[in-house]
């Protein structure tokens, strides 16, 4: 029971019965018998109403929801009446971290990690299920609020709740035990999509289309991913002289990656890309790299830990538009590279710390280096920060154009330029105090 709650019960007692007696000895010889009786029946009904609201109260857990995924709070808090949800996972007697990756198919596997603290100290479990990729909201939202019920029964049977539990079990088919899973498509799946936009003003106008083809067949044992896409965009703009500068820009990309499954931590496959760019300067390129990558941790941890080493190296193609700075317009060269990537998901936050390399190997001095923190960390009750970072060196654009550069071409970013370095960071702080409750759902306005 809630130490503040049984604080705030007894002071209301107390004060209660001592304006009772005070009245009392005040008036002692002329209060009748009639006036003793009413008030203490008074006080008496007064502790009861108390003692069934604080009963009540205290019956409820207090929950945690940590979503690093959609969670629907308003829906899952107008189904879920059953328990008192905190601000702060400090407060609360089950923290529910909840975590999704895709599928396969173009779904979503969900898993909601229980962990239990004061009277269910020890008390932990996991529960995993899919969303079919043709899921609506409303299909999506039922399967998480029922989710959630199912990980929060075992902790029930640990309260009075579970006298007012009522339960049912729906019986399958025999059949859909005894039949293995069969599916028409082999896990084969498909998609084909395409957007367009148009906009513009007196002074402005521009199309932008894309289309895309994608087929994918991923199991446990083997993933083959294929996807193509292409982008077109047309931007005029008239400038204060009444001249109109036109930009059109295309790109063409290709990409398909094969893996195999050979343990819980090794796996090993090919990468390739392939396409074409205005921006980059290339009418053709393509490359293909043999792939190896050992996750310190089981592959079936990577929702909530993941510490990667990935290394590939292949040749590759490139077809210029224009004569390069190294004079090219056409070459064959080769690459290598190495990414290690660490994720951490845990009560207090989120982790992600990545670091990756490449580098040609026909001249040694052509590399590129990259660095890529990230982290969500609540420091104490209430106090949050965030910071993420990306900072490269980069010493590898063969592709540049040897060709003069505009204004225009730098302002519109219609080529590629050379640089040495790029970098973005964004950084936060939260302080959140008051109310440690969190039931109400009020969608007015």
């Known amino acids: 029971m809630n130490s503040e709650v049984i604080s705030s019960f007894m002071n209301s007692v107390f004060n209660f019965y001592s304006e009772i007696i005070s ?67 400090e407060e609360a007697d089950i923290y529910i971290l909840a975590t999704r990756q895709r599928t396969g198919a173009g779904g979503r596997e969900i898993q909601l990690v229980f962990e239990g603290s004061n009277q269910f100290t020890g008390m932990i479990d996991t529960i995993s299920y899919i969303v079919d990729p043709n899921a609506t909201e409303s299909i999506e939202r039922d399967q998480l609020v029922q989710q959630l019920k199912r990980g929060l029964l075992r902790f029930l049977f640990h309260t009075d709740l579970i006298n007012n539990l009522n339960y049912s079990i729906e019986s399958s088919g025999s059949d859909d035990l005894q039949n293995p899973l069969k599916d028409p498509w082999n896990y084969w799946v498909f998609n084909v999509g395409g957007n367009g936009s148009i906009n513009g003003e007196q002074s402005f106008n521009g199309i932008d289309l894309s289309g895309r083809v994608s087929a994918n067949r991923i199991t446990d044992k083997h993933k083959f991913i294929f996807s193509t896409r292409y982008n077109y965009e047309e931007n005029t703009y008239t400038l204060t002289d009444g001249e109109k500068f036109h930009s059109v820009s295309e790109t063409y990309r290709l990409y398909l990656e094969y893996v ?156 590629q330029l050379d640089t040495d370095f790029t970098y973005f960071t964004h950084f936060g702080i939260n302080y959140r105090f008051g109310s440690k409750y969190n039931n109400f759902v009020n969608p007015r306005f």
């Open 23 to 89: 009245n009392f000895l005040r008036h002692v010889h002329s209060i009748s018998v009639m006036t003793i009786m009413r008030q203490l029946l008074l006080a008496f009904l007064f502790t009861l109403v108390l003692s069934n609201i604080l009963s009540a109260q205290s019956s409820k857990p207090n929950i945690y929801l940590d979503c690093q995924m959609r969670c629907y709070m308003s829906f899952v808090k107008q189904q879920i009446t059953f328990i008192n949800y905190m601000q702060d996972r």
């Open 260 to 415: 195999k499954s050979i343990s819980e931590n090794w796996s090993i496959g090919a990468v390739s890309r392939s396409g074409s760019s205005t921006f980059g300067n290339t009418d053709v390129s393509a490359t293909i790299r043999a792939a190896l990558e050992y996750n310190v941790f089981p592959y079936s941890e990577s929702q909530t830990r993941r510490f990667t080493f990935f290394y590939a190296v292949g040749p590759e193609y490139y077809d210029y538009v224009e004569p390069t700075i190294y004079d090219k317009e056409t070459e064959w060269t080769a690459r290598q590279s190495l990414n290690i990537n660490y994720e951490q998901t845990e009560k207090w936050g989120d982790l992600s710390i990545s670091f990756g390399v490449q580098q040609y190997f026909h001249n040694l001095r052509l590399y590129n280096a990259y660095f890529n923190p990230g982290l969500e960390w609540q420091i104490f009750k209430g106090f949050s920060i965030n910071f993420g970072a990306f900072f490269s060196f980069v010493n590898d654009r063969i592709n540049i154009a040897k060709s003069y550069i505009s204004d225009e071409d730098i302002l519109l970013q219609i080529k």
